[in-house]
């Protein structure tokens, strides 16, 4: 057992990043949980464009278990990897519903997509954006993906809802639903402010459990209807691809909303992430950040093969860093439960999204203590701080709200005179996010 231990130390660096194996453990469950809906969410949105739903779920898994797996042992980072949720709509209720694609067609699009990440990481342009990013900027990202994230959780546990008036109202609170997640909510709370260990896990598991009692929540019959043995087929989306296919369509259009999305999506949640985790140092520089950023090109080509859509970083490891993951081995860890998934997916099912959401909104509250890091005293600072933390939750996307951040950052810095602030990246992708928005709305 020290042995083993001592190997896990060597590969993920646990002692020099302060952490262990039982805490980075723990991390990768507590984002697994959080993270387990889209075994279930994803494939449903790609059977909506004709994917089968069986093969989607094994893709869908499979997918992010390699990902996930490249990114713990490549970069030794604490983050998951998946399909990502937006290009998925993407995919299916455009690419496949209005321009009348196949399903084939469209995967041979992300395949391109994965490709063109690739040349631009190893060609360094990626990284260089990352690096061209302000500081200011790089602290509102973390304070507005908290944002979305309460706002994800809030959502899914009915707390807020949509209205016609207000675009967003408080929810029917006394119903069983969003009153266990609120339990949850407070419970939860208490445990972290009490510094117990595996708060959220045990918030989510409680709060699911109470669920069962008050039969809002499915109760197992037996183990057997929880355990599956028959593992999803993959084969009818394993290397389904048209490749030939999307060429000749034109692809332009589809793998630069693709890219631009992902790349900032990522790069946004990347910044985020790592910075809570204490992997970005004091110039906001990111240890093994061409090496996240590759992983996630090399998924997407992958998850393109496999039968499945974009793999981005996702925000819910936030989950598992608040935890205290630091290191790849809660990658790993989250990596190894996806498998498991294949087999106990009915159990996976139970979780319900009321009983995640706590750890999502106090998530959120978590993050939102990067914002004393932004300069307020300088107005061309501090404004498109204030755009990128307001944009994100209120377009429900992470790419909106950095390109709102870019563009006002460099309009607003040219106008007043500052041009030594604005280096040529930034005026580049602030032009290409300009396009990026006309594009979407024509």
């Known amino acids: 057992m020290a042995s083993n231990q001592g190997a896990l130390d060597r590969i993920f660096k646990l002692s020099q990043k302060g952490t262990s194996v039982r805490t980075e453990v723990l991390a990768g469950l507590t984002t697994f949980v959080t993270l387990a809906y889209i075994i279930f969410v994803n494939p449903g949105i790609l059977a909506d464009a004709g994917v089968p739903k069986e093969a989607a779920i094994a893709a869908t898994i499979y997918s ?3 990902a996930t797996t490249l990114m713990g042992l490549w970069a030794n980072f604490p983050v998951a990897v998946a399909p990502g949720m937006g290009l ?3 995919f299916a209720y455009f690419v496949v519903a209005q321009l009348h694609l196949p399903w084939q067609v469209g995967f041979g699009a992300v395949f391109f997509s994965g490709i063109f990440f690739l040349i631009l990481t190893i060609g360094g342009i990626r990284q260089a954006i990352v690096n061209a990013v302000p500081n200011n900027l790089k602290a509102a990202i973390g304070v507005g993906i908290g ?3 309460a706002f994800i959780g809030l959502k899914n546990a009915g707390i807020v809802v949509a209205d016609q008036a207000t675009f967003v109202t408080l929810g029917h609170i006394t119903k069983p639903e969003p009153l266990l997640a609120l339990v949850g909510l407070v419970l939860t709370a208490v445990l972290m402010s009490r510094n117990v260990k595996g708060s959220m896990l045990i918030g989510i598991l409680t709060t699911t459990i109470l669920g069962m009692i008050f039969g809002v929540v499915p109760v197992p019959k037996s183990l057997s209807g929880i355990m599956s043995f028959n593992l999803p087929n993959i084969k009818p989306t394993l290397l389904k691809l048209d490749i030939a296919g999307a060429w000749k369509f ?3 259009n589809i793998v630069f909303t693709m890219t631009m999305v992902e790349l900032f999506d990522n790069m946004g949640t990347l910044i985020g992430l790592t ?7 004091e110039n906001g520089k990111i240890e093994n950040l061409d090496r996240a950023l590759t992983t996630d090109a090399i998924g997407t080509i992958i998850s393109s093969l496999l039968g499945t859509t974009t793999v981005t970083s996702y925000i819910e490891s936030a989950a598992g860093i608040a935890e205290g993951g630091k290191t790849g081995l809660t990658a790993i860890t989250v990596a190894i439960l996806f498998i498991v998934a294949l087999i106990f997916a009915p159990l996976i099912g139970i979780v ?7 750890a999502l909104i106090l998530v959120g ?6 914002i004393r890091h932004i300069e307020f005293d300088d107005f061309t600072e501090a404004f498109p701080a204030f755009m990128t933390i307001i944009m994100m939750p209120l377009t429900y996307s992470i790419a909106s709200g950095f390109g709102f951040g870019f563009i006002s950052y460099t309009l607003v810095k040219a106008l007043t005179g ?25």
């Open 64 to 66: 992010t278990a390699i």
């Open 88 to 90: 998925n709509a993407f």
């Open 147 to 149: 944002l979305f994230i």
């Open 250 to 252: 034109g692809i332009f």
């Open 275 to 281: 910075r809570k985790a204490g992997l970005m140092d």
């Open 352 to 358: 319900p999204g009321f009983a995640t959401a706590p």
């Open 365 to 370: 509250a978590l993050m939102l203590a990067e």
């Open 418 to 442: 500052k041009f030594k602030d604005i280096s040529w990246v930034m005026w580049i992708v602030s032009i290409a996010f300009a396009i990026n928005f006309y594009m979407r709305l024509h």
